[in-house]
């Protein structure tokens, strides 16, 4: 049914030079692939190159937490592990028990064993089982089992993402048979039923690419998932919203003063319009960082000695708004009933992700509410007499107008 292509032996040794070009194996992965061999299982792992693309896009996505469906002698896993980013963990489904053990040796042996969880079983179980225990969401997918059960995996994996998450489908081209109509073929028909569900599902942006190489000729279909549809009066993307805007008015009308007006001290919380600022930006980025948890590790704090003109500030804002909202999407992904904890001048604290959003959102009001008072106290005619008025109802309008 597949007649070997004339071209099989170019395709062979490019495979061959690109393996050793880019995708060098060393001797766990070697051995990976010797072992399935000796226990007589299918060739049907991923090659080195593949293997390679795999590692490269997880690294690029900066990929913390890997959901793999089909292990086999875990060849693919181990590519995947060593693309994990630092603290990561990745999770791999396989039916067979003896393959599971197999590649428990394989990638063990490969020095990944630590951050991968095999679980044995027929993987939509599984996938039912990892749903129901509310695990935080997954940033790469790769599906590689049974075509037959193909839309059942997309569908569970699009529950396990947030926005961004990055699902690969290999073997999607099932050899070119994928566009033969008609077949009643539970395994074409299957990869037929997910191309139409792509194409219908609202969040979902994909590319299909067909390859050729060492296994033969086949393909991919990568699957970029995105923002869950939402409410338009979604308190929370209103708070962020408003939140963010309303500082860049304040720092507007900050643009006006002179530099010793910037830095004037005052009794008035953190001191100086400038400080004040700073601290309200700063707070962004800091909370950005906890809410994603570990191990995103916390950025430097932006308060301290060096000084910012309120441009400078602007720009920072931008970062922190977008950097913020991606958090709290993530959060909203994971729950925000999710507990985490938090370390305050040294004292932990148990919080969950909706309260500290709501903490995020609404610091900011409690320091523009300073700077309205410093700005007043400079009687700089054309800024203190013409303050912003900030509300939510005068962003509302301004975002109608
Ligand atoms: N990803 C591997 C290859 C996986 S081959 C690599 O590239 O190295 C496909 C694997 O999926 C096989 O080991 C097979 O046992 C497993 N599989 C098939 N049907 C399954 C099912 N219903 N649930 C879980 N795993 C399944
Ligand atoms: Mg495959």
Request: with cysteine; hydrophobic share 40%; proline share 6%.
């Amino acid at each position: 049914m597949n007649p070997i292509n004339p071209q099989q032996p170019t395709w062979d040794a490019v495979d061959r030079a690109l393996e050793q070009w880019l995708a060098p194996q060393d001797e766990a992965l070697r051995a990976a692939m010797a072992s399935a061999d000796h226990e007589g299982l299918p060739r049907i792992a991923v090659s080195p190159a593949q293997g390679r693309l795999l590692e490269v896009l997880a690294l690029a996505i900066g990929a913390r937490r890997i959901l793999e469906i089909g292990t086999l002698a875990g060849f693919s896993t181990i590519w995947l592990a060593r693309g994990l980013a630092p603290g990561g963990s990745l999770v791999t489904l396989e039916l067979d028990p003896e393959r599971a053990r197999l590649a428990r040796t394989n990638i063990d042996r490969a020095g990944c064993g630590e951050p991968v969880e095999i679980v044995v079983g027929p993987a939509t179980q599984s996938l039912e089982a990892l749903g129901a225990t509310g695990v935080p969401p997954f940033d790469l997918v790769f599906i590689d089992a049974d075509r037959e059960n193909c839309l059942a995996y997309l569908e569970h994996s699009i529950a396990l993402s947030r926005p961004g998450t990055l699902i690969i489908v290999d073997n999607a081209m099932h050899r070119g048979r994928l566009i033969e109509q008609g077949t009643g073929e539970p395994s074409v028909e299957g990869v037929r039923s997910m191309m139409d569900a792509i194409r219908r599902h609202p969040r979902l942006k994909a590319a299909g690419i067909q390859t050729v190489g060492a296994k033969g000729y086949d393909g991919m279909v990568l699957v970029l998932v995105g923002d869950a549809p939402r409410a338009a009066g979604d308190p929370l993307d209103i708070l962020l919203r408003h939140d963010a805007w309303a500082t860049r008015e304040v720092l507007r009308a900050c643009s006006g003063l002179t530099d010793e007006q910037w830095h004037r001290r005052f009794e008035i919380g953190p001191g100086s319009l400038h400080d004040a600022l700073t601290h309200a930006v700063g707070a962004m980025l800091r909370w950005a960082d906890r809410i994603d948890g570990p191990p995103t590790e916390l950025r430097p704090s932006i308060e301290g000695i060096a000084r910012r003109t309120p441009a400078e500030l602007l720009a920072l804002l931008d970062a922190a708004e977008s950097g913020l909202s991606a958090s709290a999407d993530r959060a909203r992904a994971r729950g925000l009933g999710t507990e985490f904890d938090v370390t305050l001048a040294g004292k932990t604290h148990r919080f969950t992700l909706g309260a500290t959003l709501v903490h995020v959102t609404t610091h900011g009001i409690h320091h523009r509410a300073q700077c309205l008072n410093m700005l007043r106290h400079l009687s700089v005619p054309g800024i203190s007499d013409r303050l912003p008025e900030i509300d939510p109802l005068d962003w509302q309008q301004q975002a109608e107008a």
